[in-house]
């Protein structure tokens, strides 16, 4: 992420980013709080986490529903093959998407400045440089899909024999490609609602985006539509419903966002790339170790291995669920609370969400363990149903998660995701290497373990000693947030 501070993004004939005054000024400053505005500025962000977590049970219940439901109907419809081919192609064009550069993470962070100190015209800038920096990222790597696509040979890649099975395979990426660079522009509209902590907003979007997703699912299958229709229809589902936000923002709700020509801004794309930067390691990183696993599961032991793979994945996620309904919460309040001073309350707030978070997921996976192939079989079906061993490494590797997400989120938010950045890269590195060796000796198994192992031996130790470091010591005052812009 590397929002770095003020002093040091400015430069000749540059603005300050964060007040937008010119480059010679600086942020103001205030003495430290008093015990009583910390308190009360603690209580501020509890009750916002509180707000947007209340709002995120809905959204992420319609979510999990919508899953629950469509993931049997589309396993039924399609069989295991062509479901696998599915969710195969899904998690590798959500591997892509550290191509935007890390803009749109990037574009959170930039905006959250900008409205700390209501600054509209800066956000606008901010807004319409990162929108038309997408636009080309998506129309590049276009051409770029053109260029090669005649030239892969589909069917070998998924493993499926036939002509009209590599052709049918061949379309369906096409599509789930065309929507996915759509996508780009359109995903930029929960980031802008993130940088104004209006995330309550940004979840009923995304609730009804799972229902149409939903929908869409249902309607294709009633009416036989075939697997190139289902890929397309459901993934536009979520693009479309990202357009019609973007499009309410625009027109109604902040048209200083819409994106026009002449808000673009060379030093603005200066800082979003710059901001983006780690953004976009983390993000490659990331994908790697998180949507890998099918790609090389579909390569090395046949499509048909994704399924209970992929859908025990889905199953054992849901114990995460606390976790992603408080997390896009306290980025932006750890965040304040950092340029603010104020560590004894984010010390104290990671310390109740680790209690919180990890007991949940544990407690979900001992449900899982017990029960979870029977949930699965009489979820999905007996297709979909994995060995005991696959589901309590699963296990095992959400616990992983768990502990490392809240402490991800701390470094996130208060810009310190560098040493974070490039030792997931090396972790990201081994997993892959140790997953595609063990999974031609022991299976799907081989990917878990690989990735478990890589993440153990690399990053969670050091993460977890520079998380410590960076609540141990207050931020530089320069880059510290005025208390008077909150009171």
Known sequence: MNIISPSQQIGPGTQNPVAGHPATDTPSTSPP?????????????????????????????VVLAGNAI?????????????????????????MLIVLDLGIANAMTNLISKAYAFDDKDLAGRYASTGFWIMV?????????????????????????????????????VAVAYAVFLVGLPAGLAVKYLGGYQEIRTANIFAAIGAAANLLAVVLITQLNGG?????????????????????????RHKPWLAATFRRWHPGSVRL??????????????????FNSDNLVIAHYLGPAQV??????????????????????????????????????????????????????AGLACVIFVLWGRTIIRLWAGPAAVPGQLLIILMCIWIL????????????????KTRMQAWLSVAAAALNLAASIWLVQRIGSVGVLLGTIGSYILVLVVPQTWK?????????????SIPMNQYS
């Open 136 to 172: 080309l990222i998506a129309a590049a790597l276009g051409m770029i899909g053109a260029a090669v696509w005649h030239f892969i040979d589909w069917g070998d890649l998924f493993h499926v024999s036939g002509a009209a099975n590599s052709r049918e395979v061949s379309h369906a």
């Open 227 to 251: 697997m190139v229709l289902l890929v397309g229809g459901a993934a536009g589902a979520t693009v479309g419903t990202n357009l019609a936000c973007l499009a309410w923002l625009w027109l």
């Open 33 to 61: 709080a008093s015990l009583d505005a910390s308190a009360s500025a603690g209580k501020r962000r509890s009750k916002r986490i509180f707000q947007a977590g209340s709002s995120a049970i809905l959204s992420k219940g």
């Open 307 to 360: 399924t209970p793979y992929s859908v025990t994945w889905k199953l054992v996620g849901y114990s995460a669920l606390l976790q992603t309904v408080i997390s896009p919460a306290l980025w932006p309040a750890y965040a304040e609370a950092y340029f603010r001073g104020d560590l004894r309350w984010v010390r104290r707030t990671l310390l109740r969400v680790m209690f919180l978070t990890m007991g949940a």
């Open 467 to 479: 998380v410590i470091q960076v609540l141990r010591v207050p931020p530089d005052v320069e880059g």
């Open 70 to 94: 469509s993931i049997p109907i589309a396993v039924r419809y399609l069989g295991p093959v062509e479901f696998g081919v599915w969710i195969t192609i899904s998690t590798t064009l959500a």
């Open 400 to 415: 992983i998660c768990t502990f490392m997400t809240n402490t991800s989120t701390v470094l996130m938010a208060t810009n």
């Open 272 to 289: 979003l790339m710059q901001s983006g930067s780690e953004f976009f390691i983390l993000q490659l990183a990331a994908l790697i170790v």
